[in-house]
């Protein structure tokens, strides 16, 4: 048995092996040592569209993978068929015992003393033998085994973040870790061990003997549940000693044993405390251990069935609500639920722990009678007295959390927000294009309550008519969680309103003519009381808060970010499929920006907060102050901004530089001092680089500022980034070859002060290429001149990949650059690869001076607002004329290429040797499900040979090449001779990626056996 459990745990090892120490690059040879086929079949469908998923059957490498293991598991079970012994040996003779028991020779089992200190020394026996019975069994320690592993795995998965670079190990991303890669090895174990130990006495056979002694029933029963909180205790111990010692590997040295234990114990653990006492007590139900490991499972696949249906309160799902650890917010609002649920779970268990007393069977029952004496003998007052209070308390637990989910808060379920979603769609989507006053000018005060977590916002907006029409009436939406106190238009009578949708609609009284103005006044409270069933709003933060005006200002008009966005969702509720944006060049929409505004606004707000913290929002500091225990910070911006502005508050440390006349500052946690110096040196190298080549900045500040990981985001508002603490402040960049993540995230915000501050695209398709895709050139063209040349194009690998394997997942169509609908792999990971490749084909120079002539008309203009065509055509009067439909097929099509190695091989001797190669070309166009159609291939092509390194590059990047030229290159076989200069030892093709090529790793092949003929000639 424990050489199977021994091999059991190697082969899942090895298994988890794989998936933690490979990543996609390293899929050429996974793909056939994966006895399980995922990576093959990973392989096989990494860069395929829903079309080739669903109609393509893959071969290749996953048929080569099968067919090893089948071969294999063929030879291991002859093998074992082989070597199996089918003859047993026969056992040594036992006496039989005389005298077997039946149901009239059952003697009574002598009446348990009191509560005493004889009952103190049973239950720790019991828990002694219970705990030596688990450490003892070979199961315990192959799942102990593969769950170190796994969490190991995890732990180092957890540290990658995007472009292969890693964060620094926190205890609070470990203790993410753990939950996510360990905790299910304790499931494992609460499941298993509940049977073995209620019935380890049977499987013994010594149950008869236990009946006859006066050991307590109840006592037994709770050193079994204390044994396996005692396990579950020590396996958090282990993993706790093994998160400690990969930080200490890893570098890290703020480990912090007491969080590791608050985290261990006091949050993740409890749901384990509860399930060893369900377990227990439903293996004493269950009559056997096989029998009360089917029920645990049962349940568990119940509960689950219970949330898919739409089920999901906390008090009918056995289950806490989960806490995540951020060290700027630590556990904060989590705790109360966690707390009271845990509870309330408590005493049911403890319930269910009494009527398990009731009905143990310590020995043999043989009929229905008999258990109803088994209950009458351990039936008693103390046992009633103890059930009435717990189920008294348990009533009280229970009532607290329905009044703090269900009456302090709403209760509702995902299908209820669909359904609501889809019900503002349905009723209010007639009302998109009416055409409503702008904003021209705000006056507000936030303040923010971090120890309630709650926030009011009161103030006046200045409206005018610049729709050219009288307006006779207006929509303003509401965030639906907040609360009105007051919400006028003047002139205006409300004529609808809809709270639960945060839709109101007013009618003016007279019309408002062309150029005529109005004011909007609110006052609205955002509350937080108690604690919400599911989905906590991590946003007001006791420390840590990060919101924009969407959330706590009036919008102007209909809101179509809260249509839903999933299509077989939709269909579920009766909604055509969605039109994400307006299509490219409609007429309705050209003076609407993509904030969904037609102009510009002044800011002007005071924004209040606890003494120990900083609130910040965009614009300059006028004054600060302290009044009634309150900390206040004015804020006012000298020039009119986009309406959508941000609100933060946190115990901040501050940093602070200088560029030219430029202020610039670090907001972040104490603990997070990691990344400010390199987000200090991105923040000047981008106001360089921005300055010179596209046109001044605007502001006199320039500030980053941290919020707590719950999200993972960067965003950027005038003059003011508030930058997640998960993805840039623990980024861990002291590796040379790893991308500089906060360096490229910073530069890449600091863009959108040009692309989105500065000039801003109409409402409509291709917007995300001005805003998304512009800033995404300015960071990379940042980091070349920071970085180098060379690394580019491991960023640019990424960026490739990520755009090949996402359009699998599209769930609309795919469309081209130029009409993007705010698809992140479109106008991120493709917008990436098509601008470097427009860099390298015209020229940074040719690029950049596009991109000023876009700027110089648009910038700072009121409407109409510029397209992606304007942008595109800028591009295209700058291209060569051989080029341009390059470019076409770049932004106006959705163009693949397929250029692959045949076969490279050389001739000739000294200076006259060539490299001939034998490549295969293909051009596709792809239609938005992903349908390719072969069109005639006609490029130039660069073609690379390479030195060898004199030192260790980082993957996918290339020494400086001997001999780079440009070839023509035809659909089919082509055949180009390549002259040989000094002593290549690879061929690459396309080396920068200016062709989105389908299998690019095909584009690369060693020459070293080919070159070491040559020598060998030339000797």
């Not at 469908?45 to 996953?62: C, D, I, K, Q």
């Not at 890893?250 to 384990?272: H, N, Q």
């Not at 002060?753 to 001005?770: E, K, R, Y």
């Not at 690019?1000 to 020459?1007: E, F, R």
């Amino acid at each position: 048995m424990a050489a199977a459990y021994g091999a059991a745990m190697a082969f899942l090892a090895a298994y988890i092996a794989l998936g933690a120490f490979t990543g996609p690059d390293d899929l050429s040879w996974v793909v056939y040592v994966d006895p399980f086929g995922g990576a093959a079949i990973g392989e096989a469908f990494r860069y395929a569209m829903v079309a080739e998923r669903n109609e393509v059957l893959p071969m290749g490498s996953l048929l080569a993978n099968r067919l090893i293991w089948i071969g294999i598991g063929a030879v291991l079970l002859i093998t074992a068929i082989r070597l199996f012994r089918f003859s047993l040996q026969k056992p040594a003779r036992r006496k039989k015992l005389a005298i077997a028991a039946t149901p009239n020779d059952r003697v009574s089992r002598p009446a348990s003393t009191s509560i005493s200190h004889s009952v103190i020394s049973q239950f720790g026996s019991q828990l002694r033998m219970d705990i030596r019975g688990v450490l003892r069994s070979a199961p315990f320690w192959v799942i102990l085994a593969m769950g170190v592993v796994n969490v190991i795995r995890v732990i180092f998965g957890s540290t990658a973040q995007p472009y292969d670079t890693g964060a620094w190990p926190v205890t609070g991303l470990i203790l993410t870790a753990i939950e996510e890669g360990f905790l299910f090895f304790v499931l494992i174990i609460v499941v298993y061990y509940p049977g073995e130990l209620v019935y380890r006495e049977r499987t013994a056979r010594v149950a008869d003997l236990l009946d006859v002694t006066p050991a307590a029933s109840g006592a037994l029963i709770l050193a079994k549940v204390v044994a396996l909180w005692v396990i579950v205790a020590m396996l958090l111990l282990v993993v706790m000693l093994a998160g400690m010692v990969i930080q200490m590997l890893l570098g890290f040295t703020g480990i912090e044993p007491l969080l590791y234990l608050k985290g261990l114990f006091l949050v993740s653990a409890l749901i384990f405390v509860l399930m060893a006492m369900l377990a227990v007590a439903l293996a004493v139900f269950a009559g056997n251990r096989w029998t009360g490991m089917l029920a645990m499972i049962a349940v568990f696949l119940g509960l689950s069935a219970l949330e898919s249906f739409g089920y999901e309160h906390n008090l009918y799902l056995f289950s806490v609500p989960s806490a995540e650890h951020s060290d700027m917010h630590g556990y904060s609002h989590f705790v109360a639920p966690l707390f009271w649920c845990t509870l309330y779970w408590a005493f049911f268990c403890v319930l269910l722990l009494i009527a398990a007393h009731l009905l143990n069977r310590r020995g043999y029952v043989f009929s229905f009678r008999e258990q109803l004496g088994v209950v009458r003998n351990n039936l008693s007052r103390p046992v009633v007295a103890a059930a009435v209070v717990v189920a008294l308390a348990m009533a009280t637990t229970g009532s607290c959390i329905y009044y703090n989910t269900n009456v302090l808060n709403e209760y509702l379920t995902e299908d209820d927000l669909e359904a609501r979603q889809a019900s503002y769609e349905k009723i209010y989507k007639s009302l998109e294009k009416l055409r409503s006053l702008d904003v021209t000018d705000v006056k507000a005060q936030v303040d923010i309550h971090p120890e309630q977590r709650s926030l009011e916002s009161q103030g006046t907006a200045q409206l005018a008519n610049l729709t050219g029409k009288a307006v006779d009436e207006m929509v303003v939406t509401l965030n639906p969680e907040l609360d009105v106190d007051v919400l006028e238009v003047t002139g205006a009578e409300l004529e609808d309103s809809d709270p639960v949708a945060g839709h109101y609609r007013f009618r003016f009284t007279l019309a408002v003519l062309p150029e005529g103005e109005g004011t909007l006044t609110w006052k609205l409270r955002w509350n937080n009381p108690g604690f919400v069933n599911s989905r906590p709003n991590s946003r007001i933060a006791a420390n840590g808060t990060f919101i924009d005006s969407t959330e706590v200002f009036p919008v102007l008009g209909y809101e179509p970010n809260r249509e839903l966005q999933d299509n077989n969702k939709r269909r579920e509720q009766r909604l055509d499929p969605l039109q994400r944006m307006p299509k490219l060049g409609d007429p309705d929409w050209f003076t609407i920006s993509q904030f969904g505004v037609s102009t510009r606004a002044g800011f002007d707000v005071t924004v209040s907060t606890s003494p120990d913290q900083i609130a910040i929002a965009p614009g300059y500091l006028q004054k600060e102050w302290q009044e009634n225990g309150r900390r206040y910070f004015s804020y006012r911006m000298d020039q009119p901004i986009w309406p959508f502005f941000s609100f933060s508050s946190a115990r901040y440390e501050v940093v602070e530089d200088r560029w030219n006349d430029v202020n610039i500052a670090i907001y972040h946690d104490p603990k997070h001092s990691f990344n400010v110096p390199t987000m200090l040196r991105s923040t000047t190298a981008s106001l360089d680089y921005f300055t010179r080549e596209f046109s001044p900045y605007k502001y006199r500040q320039f500030r980053i500022l941290e919020f707590p990981r719950y999200a993972t985001f960067a965003q950027s508002f005038p003059n003011t980034i508030p930058f997640s603490e998960g993805i840039g402040f623990i980024s861990n960049v002291e590796d040379p070859e790893t991308i500089d993540l906060p360096f490229y995230v910073t530069a890449h915000e600091m863009a959108h002060q040009w692309w989105g501050h500065q000039v801003a695209s109409a409402n409509m398709q291709g917007a995300t290429v001005i805003v998304e895709t512009l800033a995404q050139y300015s960071a990379l063209m940042v980091m070349e001149k920071k970085f180098g040349v060379a690394p580019m194009r491991r960023f640019i690998k990424f960026e490739l990949d990520n755009y090949l394997s996402s359009r699998g997942g599209e769930l609309i169509e795919e469309l081209p650059l130029l009409l993007t609908e705010n698809q992140p792999y479109l106008h991120y990971r493709k917008g990436s690869v098509a601008m470097y490749a427009l860099r390298q084909t015209i020229s940074e120079e040719a690029v950049n001076q596009g991109l000023r002539k876009f700027l110089e008309p648009f910038a700072y203009q009121p409407p109409p607002f510029p397209t992606s065509r304007d942008l595109y055509d800028c591009f295209v009067a700058e291209t060569p004329q051989e080029f341009k439909p390059w470019v076409a097929d770049l932004f106006e099509r959705s163009t693949l290429h397929d250029i692959r190695i045949v076969e490279a091989t050389t001739e000739g001797l000294g200076d006259t040797r060539t490299l001939n190669l034998t490549l295969s070309a293909q051009k596709l166009y792809a239609d938005g499900k992903g349908t390719e159609t072969e069109t005639p291939m006609d490029e130039w092509v660069d073609i690379a040979l390479l030195p060898e390194e004199t030192e260790p590059l980082p993957e996918n990047v290339l020494p400086e090449p001997l001999h780079q030229a440009r070839y023509p290159i035809k659909s089919g076989a082509n055949t180009p001779k390549i002259p040989v200069t000094g002593k290549p030892v690879r061929v690459v093709v396309d080396p920068g990626f200016r062709f989105i090529d389908r299998s690019p790793d095909d584009n690369i092949k060693a020459l070293s056996g080919a070159y070491r003929c040559c020598r060998d000639q030339a000797a």
